[in-house]
């Protein structure tokens, strides 16, 4: 699948808060804790508690949540499939990071263990 312009910029437009209560009801419906989605989720981007919190308050787009971000430099350990995309192979950089924070609320979802989603080699 090659994901189009349109589809770029709608990621990049979608806000973090109307997204975040989604990640933490899919997680929740599986038996984890929002304290481990948030772990999940400073992992990849670098953002403590009060950051993610303030983040969701501001209502800022995934565009700029990931400009703030620091990215986990063991991102690109990050594969699989997710969406029909294999996030590997995704050339724009911003979708492939909001691929990436998918890809691992995905596996928090199905039970992973904490060490493996985050890439600790």
Known sequence: MN???QHHQRMANMTFASVYPLYLSKVEKKG????????????????DDQQLQELV????????FFQRATLNPNACLITGVICGY???DIENPLTQQVR?????????????KIEKILRNI
Request: glycine share 4%.
């Open 86 to 88: 294999r996030v590997e």
């Open 100 to 112: 990436y924070l998918d890809k691992l609320v995905d596996e928090l979802a199905k039970g992973k």
């Open 57 to 64: 308050d501001e209502k800022v787009t995934f565009e700029t």
């Open 32 to 47: 984890r804790t929002k304290e481990e989605l948030d772990q999940v989720i400073s992992w990849l981007t670098g953002f």
């Open 3 to 5: 994901p189009t312009e």
